[in-house]
């Protein structure tokens, strides 16, 4: 209930900026001209809402296929869908051979799970469900609208900023626009911030959607050193072309050296996998990372990965 309150916070207070931001350039400016923008911020809003699934889609080069193409992939996540009492969604894979996963759409009836091909040929059967588990709750918890919608408020800001600042000078009024430029470079700068933060609790949250759906949390923490460690060595083309995607899949793979770093040293027995045992050890220690992995966490999409298995220690039954 945690993950959930502070997510519906974080939208509250990022509509609020916005809002409080043209509501203060009216009120500085001395005219009520602000609602124009406030109504073009909610046009953005809505656009960014309606063309984002078919952007990711493009981006990943996403072909959906049928249950005589991929019956086992069909089977998981229908069995998923139905654990989580929503429809199925589309699937799909993508031929990436960089391993990964994303779920994106814009309602739970428009949720589609998609999978690399890369994936497919690392990761066994539970290790996939749990995997396919996180990609469900990221659709049953609405959190690819919500966070498709949250990130085009930064970018709002940020278009005000410029087009205030470019303004320079005085209005007619003898207020400064230059300093309402600055003020809103200043709140896109913090509500770009929100929005990873917003992006970093999703995970986490999908992460619990994932134990709730039956998978063990070792089976995900698995998953997850799996990926990392096969994406030490990416291919540049396809890192650069899913760059803007990298929000959507269940790890980020520019952070995988790190990673495979910090998850050797759960790796007890060096064995490549998080077992129950690792896991259950870990439960039991305090996680400390340094400052400039906390600093540096601020500008991820995704959790400290070390954080983020210690979230999953806590979920074993």
């Given at each position: 209930?945690?993950?959930?309150?502070?997510?519906?916070?974080?939208?509250?207070?990022?509509?609020?900026?916005?809002?409080?931001?043209?509501?203060?350039?009216g009120?500085?400016?001395?005219?009520?001209?602000?609602?124009?923008?406030?109504?073009?911020?909610?046009?953005?809003?809505?656009?960014?809402?309606?063309?984002?699934?078919?952007?990711?889609?493009?981006?990943?080069?996403?072909?959906?296929?049928?249950?005589?193409?991929?019956?086992?992939?069909?089977?998981?996540?229908?069995?998923?869908?139905?654990?989580?009492?929503?429809?199925?969604?589309?699937?799909?894979v993508?031929?990436?051979?960089?391993?990964?996963?994303?779920?994106?759409?814009?309602?739970?009836?428009?949720?589609?799970?998609?999978?690399?091909?890369?994936?497919?040929?690392?990761?066994?059967?539970?290790?996939?469900?749990?995997?396919?588990?996180?990609?469900?709750?990221?659709?049953?918890?609405?959190d690819?609208?919500?966070?498709?919608a949250?990130?085009?408020?930064?970018?709002?800001?940020?278009?005000?900023?410029?087009?205030?600042?470019?303004?320079?000078?005085?209005?007619?009024?003898?207020?400064?626009?230059?300093?309402?430029?600055?003020?809103?470079?200043?709140?896109?700068?913090?509500?770009n911030l929100?929005?990873?933060?917003?992006?970093r609790?999703?995970?986490?949250?999908?992460?619990?959607?994932?134990?709730?759906?039956g998978?063990?949390?070792?089976?995900?923490?698995?998953?997850?050193?799996?990926?990392?460690?096969?994406?030490?060595?990416?291919?540049?083309?396809?890192l650069?072309?899913?760059?803007?995607?990298?929000?959507?899949?269940?790890?980020?793979?520019?952070?995988?050296?790190?990673?495979?770093?910090?998850?050797?040293?759960?790796?007890?027995r060096?064995?490549?996998?998080?077992?129950?045992?690792?896991?259950?050890?870990?439960?039991?220690?305090?996680?400390?990372?340094?400052?400039?992995?906390?600093?540096?966490?601020?500008?991820?999409?995704?959790p400290?990965?070390?954080?983020?298995?210690?979230?999953?220690?806590t979920?074993?039954?």
């Amino acid at each position: 209930m945690w993950l959930q309150t502070r997510m519906y916070l974080l939208v509250a207070l990022l509509f609020g900026i916005i809002f409080a931001a043209f509501f203060g350039i009216g009120q500085a400016m001395g005219i009520t001209g602000y609602l124009p923008y406030l109504f073009l911020s909610l046009v953005m809003i809505g656009i960014q809402y309606l063309v984002g699934p078919y952007l990711v889609g493009m981006m990943m080069r996403v072909k959906y296929v049928t249950p005589e193409q991929e019956p086992a992939l069909h089977q998981m996540v229908a069995e998923l869908a139905q654990q989580a009492n929503l429809p199925k969604p589309r699937v799909g894979v993508s031929e990436l051979s960089m391993p990964n996963a994303f779920a994106f759409g814009r309602t739970q009836r428009d949720g589609r799970i998609c999978v690399t091909r890369g994936i497919l040929n690392i990761l066994n059967h539970d290790e996939l469900k749990a995997v396919l588990g996180h990609e469900m709750s990221h659709i049953k918890h609405r959190d690819m609208a919500i966070i498709t919608a949250l990130s085009a408020i930064p970018m709002i800001l940020y278009w005000v900023a410029l087009n205030f600042m470019w303004g320079g000078g005085r209005d007619r009024e003898g207020n400064y626009t230059m300093l309402i430029g600055l003020g809103a470079f200043v709140l896109y700068q913090i509500t770009n911030l929100l929005v990873l933060y917003g992006s970093r609790i999703r995970e986490y949250y999908a992460d619990l959607g994932s134990a709730q759906l039956g998978s063990q949390p070792h089976q995900l923490a698995t998953a997850l050193y799996k990926l990392s460690q096969a994406n030490t060595r990416p291919k540049k083309e396809e890192l650069r072309q899913t760059q803007g995607a990298r929000a959507f899949f269940v790890s980020d793979p520019t952070r995988s050296l790190m990673e495979v770093r910090q998850l050797s040293e759960i790796d007890r027995r060096h064995a490549g996998v998080i077992s129950y045992d690792d896991l259950m050890d870990l439960r039991q220690k305090e996680v400390r990372i340094s400052f400039g992995e906390k600093l540096m966490e601020l500008f991820m999409t995704h959790p400290n990965m070390v954080k983020r298995v210690k979230h999953l220690s806590t979920l074993i039954a």
